[in-house]
């Protein structure tokens, strides 16, 4: 008789986490599997935290142990109670250990198969039994994870009309859901609180916003109530601000905004001048090109304004970068004056908040939703249709893309859904709003997503003072290591590379389901 020695790990993220269900057993080797056991101790088995320790018997060597399938199945009269597995580790009598991670909720009377823990990259070598759990594993996530359009022209995503549609290990867990909602009710009590919640006056002075900082204040917000009329600070938030990937070394002025020599000579002093500045790479340019004719939204029946400004800036031999002429919007001409900073002191500020409010709307839209949630969104999808749990690089990229269909889903239905946040409080609105993401989408490229070309590209690499670029790119160098090294450990050739299926079929859904949702091809 052989007997192999079972340990089965319960989550304790949640009190739930255990079940009442019969979970049964079956050990799939190389050269048989077992017969079913069903894994009953005196007591209640699979409490929140526990590992539960088993014997499975068996009349032959099963040889390696490939897959272990659980079976979830009803006890007694006892209603149904999902599970959180963390992991079954399995002992063979020769004293070999196997590892099968799994960590993830099991919900409803199902049979589960888990991969060993190693990553597997699918060739003519690998066993059977192997080939066969991918492709069952992939057909029924298939069904789970489904495809569709929100808005014409984004990254498509996931058909649910609810987050409770979600599958069970896209939803926030049990502490995850307690902290989201108890920010999200202290922060509607702090705004009630303040009276801004259902306020539909008009500020009366700068004194009122700080009612709105005080909410969720920081000493960093305290301070740019100090600073925020400064040129110097404008031109700070450009590099570390909320939307540092807009900026851009300006070769040549625009043929759309005007700027001469002249303009901007009390800005540079005397012992230089616009051309002699462009050419030693201290202009910067910021180019709102994308906000141009955008439909603008109606709140409180008012209509709202939104501009589509170029912003010129000049690194000076301080090494501040200074805002010096400002367009409000893309076409020249007697009704669209560029402002200067020698101008009356309130015209230059005011010019200076459209551009921050222009900002505003670029960073929400396209910097934030689209580029950090939705595309994000895509890889989360591709990533459970094509690559199955043994993979190397679902291994590698799953644990960060958690969450990231449920919070999506609230944004959707929170934010630019009808009644949202941007229907209720933003310039761009309902309409205009996914007209940006539009916009977002035909403007992106692969290498505008890759922070080294980014920069390169913008001309940034020496801009002092630039915490966001020396942090990202620390950063990016951190997360190229470690990755390569997973990468080139099972990938040694390009050839490699070619030849997985499974990876393949990934890279093509990213591209269909994300690049190409705003083609009509």
């Known amino acids: 008789m ?7 790990s319960t989550g304790d993220d949640s009190l739930c986490a255990g079940t009442m269900d019969t979970i049964s057993i079956v050990l799939v080797g190389s050269r048989r599997e077992s017969t079913k056991q069903t894994l009953d101790h005196w007591g209640q088995d699979f409490l929140p935290g526990a590992v539960d320790a088993y014997q499975v018997t068996c009349k032959e060597d099963l040889g390696e142990i490939l897959v272990v399938r659980l079976y979830k199945e009803q006890y007694m009269y006892f209603p149904e109670s999902a599970w959180f597995c963390n992991y079954v580790n399995v002992k063979c009598p020769n004293g070999q250990e196997y590892q099968f991670p799994y960590y993830r909720w099991i919900c409803g009377y199902v049979t589960e198969e888990i991969q060993q823990g190693k990553g597997i990259i699918l060739t003519d070598s690998v066993h059977p039994v192997i080939k066969k759990q991918r492709k069952l594993e992939l057909e029924e996530k298939r069904k789970i994870y489904k495809w569709t359009t929100f808005i014409e022209g984004m990254p498509h995503c996931i058909d649910v009309k609810s987050s409770a549609d979600l599958p069970p290990n896209e939803k926030y867990s049990f502490k995850k859901s307690v902290g989201f909602g108890y920010n999200y009710i202290t922060s509607k009590v702090a705004v009630k609180f303040e009276g801004l919640l259902d306020c539909k006056e ?9 009612k709105a900082i005080r909410v969720d204040g920081t000493t960093n917000s305290e301070l740019v109530t ?18 540092p990937i807009v900026i851009q070394q300006c070769l ?46 109606i709140i409180n029946d008012e209509s ?17 970068l200074l805002p010096i002429a400002i367009q409000l919007n893309q076409t020249p001409g007697k009704d669209n004056p560029i402002f200067l900073p020698t101008d009356p002191e309130w015209d230059w500020t005011l010019a200076k908040i459209w551009v921050r409010n222009a900002e505003f709307q670029v960073h929400q839209v396209i910097s934030h939703l689209l580029r950090v949630h939705f595309l994000a969104e895509v890889f989360n999808m591709a990533t459970n ?67 080294p070309d980014n920069l ?9 003072n630039y915490y966001y670029r020396d942090d990202g790119m620390k950063i990016w160098k951190a997360v190229e290591s470690y990755v390569s090294n997973i990468v080139h450990y099972y990938y040694v050739t390009d050839e490699a590379v ?10 093509a859904e990213i591209y269909k389901e994300g690049f190409l949702s705003n083609k009509s091809s």
């Open 2 to 8: 052989f007997v192999y020695e079972i340990k089965i």
């Open 202 to 210: 008009t500020w009366k002075d700068f004194n009122d916003i700080k």
């Open 226 to 243: 100090q600073l925020w009329m400064e040129d110097s600070f404008f031109g700070y938030q450009y590099l570390n601000g909320t939307n």
């Open 252 to 297: 040549k002025i625009p043929g759309n905004f005007p700027v001469d020599v002249t303009m901007v000579a009390a800005s540079l002093g005397p012992s230089t001048n616009l051309n002699t500045e462009i050419k030693n790479g201290n202009i910067f340019l910021a180019d709102y090109k994308v906000l141009d004719g955008l439909p603008t939204n």
């Open 304 to 320: 709202q304004y939104l501009a589509a400004p170029l912003c010129l800036l000049w690194k000076s031999p301080k090494d501040e």
């Open 385 to 451: 249709r094509q690559l199955p749990m043994g993979h190397p690089l679902y291994k590698l990229i799953v644990p960060h893309i958690r969450y990231t269909l449920d919070i999506n889903d609230l944004a959707r239905r929170m934010l630019v859904g009808p009644g949202g946040t941007f229907d209720e409080s933003i310039v761009t609105g309902r309409e205009g709003g996914p007209m940006l993401f539009v916009r977002g989408m035909e403007g992106m490229t692969y290498n505008s997503l890759c922070l």
């Open 456 to 464: 390169e590209s913008r001309g940034v690499m020496s801009v002092p």
């Open 498 to 507: 070619s030849k997985d299926a499974e990876l393949q079929a990934w890279v």
